[in-house]
């Protein structure tokens, strides 16, 4: 264990626990934006930056991102600051001139303090705040069917070359991680249709409902080893089943002497 | 063929110098990129062929040579006559004969073709007297020009692998380091971290294996130093990289080179498999058991990637984005594992360095900053190209006693060190010795050496301007402050440049500035509002200007700019309506010309041209009627 003091309070936490788990372990807030419990911190939103200094670093601060810098034994983190509140401000109001009609994005913003961007609003709203959690996840479970395109202020989220991606699963992982709905999907009875790419259905063999894609199937199978069969049930059918057992089982042990 | 021990080594270095003393006569051209694009190679094969025809490697021993970058690109196509040292410049192939006349009877040059000082306007002959080369110290760039970089026995000949003899059979890889710590070495791509610390952490983190990588990325507008060293001297690169390697225990390396250097890629390869049948390079170099092996890794080109987490995520394979990093490459670098990315010319440096000793190389330069450094002058001075001094050599010697001072002699205005990250010094700080502290105390910074030079005609908005142009297109985007920050500041910049500057905006400015430069997660987002920031703090009342009085006081805004003829200094010339884009002046021959104002596209073409100085540029808000073709 290793004991760090933020913004004045001691907290002990285990090493290699990054700053961000830390501060919140300490009962303070931290907003973010590209953080994911399931996946790996990437640092692009930098909405999560606070100062860090150390007693022997003689008054002298860094700014550095919670989500991505090690907790440090002896490490003094102060998470409001002026000038990391100034920097936040900055960041929320220019992801706010990006996405001005984005919901979250002006909760966020509000919440540090900018109600209305004092940026240039983008002449093409978006909801996209180019946080990477679809990108991520999609390299995550091993499918990679998108990507971020092109550099710079022409940042974007796309499969390749703008076509129906090759690799693309049909599992939904990106659209149900974007913190701002941006990802746009269809389902219609036994079909579904993203990123330009419409998926068959699988339906499971007991109440009929069309619950996984074949694509998706067979990659969990190949990626986890289960059978494919495995996913011959839908996830309320397995779970009717689990459920049943479980209640002979405890039956069986009441009833056993 | 393979070298195996020092005393196989001396000797093979007395055979190939043995072959380079019967060249008794050497007729370099210079074939880097830039002479080139100027027609270099066509020279080359008109004096190759025209000293076969007569037979003259026979007869006299004369031989052509085509070399990397001399330096001199301004007077480009290059041809040096060894060892008389007599330069010609802007030479062309249907010159070979008289060249090569002059060379052979050793009488003379052909006057016609030597520079010219532009003050005394005499001709120089020889090499070393002119002033651009005579004021240089070269080390990283030390057989550039003087060695063809496809034979590596020419390179022995000059010297090269001495230092990694000297490296590998009486030092120890501590004892290596200690003498690049002598030296003083600091990295040349601009941050100037102290060589000997990467190289220690690397030696001594846990993990295997090591890596030693050159970037080779250099992607600064107007800097081409590496380049050069790459296409001119490769075998300078690989020497540091097997010492370097030796040093911190690395068996395997990358050169990292942007796509577009295409001759430096070619010219690294053929010399990576020169030096690994010479022993140099690969298995057991050169007999002492160690082993060490290279791979070019070629970029596409993108700015970022010379970042160096950026450019290891590239050459493992992955998108070229900048990584938030809180570890040192040194202890997880490439594929995580301990590595010491070094510049080009950090690794041209090194052979010299082992060869001539820590202490030699730390004699030149001032108080933290050792030895030489390269730099690619351009913009607007008389002699551009590739210089290498002393560091704190002051910026007025560099731009006016090599330089040759301010083109056309109009004042000078500034100069921009360090590329987008950089800044621009004003002509108060003329007399600052060139070092990494001192420049960054100014607001600017080393950088890969980049030095753009500016005139009067010259406004330091569009310059800050011009720089974000850049950066927009090459951040990558993946942090909000680098990719919205520099969007919002580019709009901001429109606005002034446009004549729709905000009182306040300045403050604006500023602020996005620190919110970039906290908040970025690498240095490009980090350093880029650096332009804005030394201009704002050096040219802060051109600033004021745009947005108070809607004028751009060196008459470069279009929006805000028009122009007149002053009709006392008119003499009827016509250049200016020759000169002019738009067909916007008329004028008899010999009679008074003017601008019609509606036609008008304020380029400045005319201003330029005029030989009697009777252009004259003014504020379109101060005077709307004329500006908007009321007058004639």
């Known amino acids: 264990m290793i004991s760090l003091s933020v913004n004045g309070k001691t907290v002990r936490v285990p090493e290699g626990t990054r700053l961000l788990d830390a501060i919140r372990g300490a009962g303070f807030d931290v907003t973010t934006l590209c953080d994911h419990p399931a996946l790996e911190p990437w640092g692009g939103c930098r909405l999560c930056l606070v100062d860090v200094t150390r007693k022997e670093w003689d008054g002298w601060c860094k700014m550095v991102v919670s989500c991505m810098f090690p907790a440090e034994d002896g490490l003094v983190v102060l998470t409001d600051t002026e000038r990391v509140q100034r920097t936040r401000r900055v960041v929320a109001d220019l992801l706010l001139a990006r996405c001005p009609d984005t919901p979250l994005v002006q909760k966020v913003a509000a919440r540090l303090g900018v109600e209305r961007t004092s940026y240039a609003p983008n002449p093409e709203p978006t909801d996209c705040i180019l946080c990477a959690l679809c990108t991520r996840v999609c390299d995550h479970i091993g499918v990679s069917a998108i990507a971020s395109v092109n550099r710079g202020a022409g940042r974007e989220i796309a499969p390749p070359f703008h076509d129906a991606p090759p690799d693309c699963i049909g599992c939904l992982a990106c659209a149900e991680i974007c913190p701002t709905s941006c990802i746009p999907y269809e389902t219609s009875d036994g079909s579904r249709t993203i990123w330009g790419k419409t998926f068959e259905m699988l339906r499971c063999t007991r109440c009929g409902r069309a619950h996984v894609t074949k694509e998706e199937a067979r990659h969990f199978a190949a990626r986890t080893g289960v059978p494919e069969s495995y996913f011959d049930l839908c996830d309320a059918c397995k779970r009717e089943d689990m459920a049943k057992q479980f209640t002979r089982l405890s039956e069986g042990a009441r009833t056993s002497p | 063929m393979r070298i195996e021990g020092k005393a196989a080594f001396e000797e093979a270095v007395r055979k190939a110098r043995e072959e380079a003393a019967s060249r008794r006569l050497e007729v370099l051209v210079c074939c880097g990129t830039g002479c080139l694009a100027n027609g270099s190679q066509k020279v080359a094969e008109a004096l190759a062929a025209e000293a076969d025809r007569r037979g003259l490697s026979a007869s006299v021993g004369l031989f052509t040579k085509k070399t990397g970058c001399h330096g001199f690109c301004e007077r480009g196509p290059l041809v040096v006559i060894q060892p008389s040292g007599t330069l010609y410049t802007r030479v062309k192939p249907e010159n070979a004969g008289e060249i090569l006349d002059k060379a052979v009877s050793g009488d003379g040059a052909v006057t016609r073709l030597l520079y010219r000082d532009p003050a005394t306007k005499k001709p120089v002959e020889k090499y070393d007297e002119v002033p651009f080369y005579k004021n240089q110290t070269r080390v990283a760039m030390r057989n550039i020009g003087k060695v063809d970089p496809a034979d590596i026995r020419d390179a022995l000949a000059h010297g090269a692998y001495r230092g990694l003899v000297r490296a590998l059979f009486d030092l120890s890889p501590e004892e290596v380091i200690a003498e690049v710590e002598k030296a003083g070495l600091r990295g040349r791509g601009g941050a100037g971290f102290p060589t000997a610390r990467k190289w220690k952490a690397a030696r001594k983190a846990p993990g295997e294996p090591k890596f030693v990588l050159c970037n080779g990325d250099e992607g600064d507008p107007g800097a081409f130093k590496d380049r050069s060293i790459m296409e001119g001297d490769p075998h300078s690169v690989l020497e540091g990289m097997v010492i370097g390697a030796y040093a911190v225990g690395a068996h395997e390396g990358y050169i990292y080179v942007r796509d577009e250097y295409p001759l430096a890629v070619v010219h690294l390869t053929l010399a990576m498999e020169q030096a690994r049948r010479w022993g140099l390079l690969g298995k057991n170099i050169l007999g002492s058991g160690f082993d060490f092996d290279i791979r070019i890794s070629r970029g596409g080109g993108a700015f970022v990637c010379g970042e160096s987490s950026a450019l290891m995520r590239s050459i493992e394979g992955k998108t070229g984005e900048p990584r938030q990093k809180y570890v040192h490459a040194t202890d997880k670098g490439l594929f ?61 010697h560099i731009i006016y006693d090599i330089g040759g001072g301010i083109l056309g002699d109009r004042p000078f205005k500034a100069v921009q060190t360090g590329g987008p990250s950089g800044g621009c010094v004003p002509e108060a700080l003329l007399d600052l010795p060139v070092d990494y502290e001192k420049l960054t105390e100014a607001g600017s910074m080393m950088g890969s050496g980049g030095m753009i030079v500016m005139d009067d005609r010259t406004c330091m908005v569009d310059v800050a301007r011009y720089f974000l142009g850049f950066l927009i297109e090459e951040s990558c985007g993946k942090c909000t402050p680098c990719r919205e920050g520099l969007k919002q500041m580019k709009v901001l910049f429109d606005d002034l440049v446009a004549g729709r500057g905000r009182p306040g905006d300045i403050e604006r400015i500023e602020r996005l500035a620190e919110g970039m430069q906290l908040g970025s997660l690498c240095e490009l987002g980090k350093s880029a509002p650096n332009p804005v920031l030394s201009t704002l703090r050096y040219f802060r009342h051109e600033y004021e200007a745009h947005i108070e009085r809607k004028a751009c006081p060196a008459g470069i805004c279009r929006d805000l700019t028009a122009y007149e003829i002053v009709a006392e200094a008119c003499n009827g010339c016509g250049a200016c309506a020759k000169a002019c884009p738009a067909d916007a002046i008329t004028g008899e021959k010999k009679a008074l010309h003017v601008i019609h104002q509606g036609k008008c596209i304020s380029c400045g073409a005319c201003f330029t041209v005029c030989p009697s100085d009777a252009i004259r540029f003014f504020p379109k808000a101060e005077r709307p009627e004329a500006a908007s073709g009321g007058l004639p």
């Open chain 2, 336 to 396: 995580d594992c301990p590595t010491v990315l070094n510049n080009v010319e950090t690794w041209a440096d090194v052979g010299a360095i082992l060869d001539r000793g820590g202490e030699w190389f730390a004699s030149m330069g001032t108080a933290k900053s050792k030895g030489t450094k390269a730099f690619s002058l351009v913009g607007k001075v008389k002699n551009t190209g590739l210089i290498e001094l002393p560091m704190g050599t002051t910026l007025r």
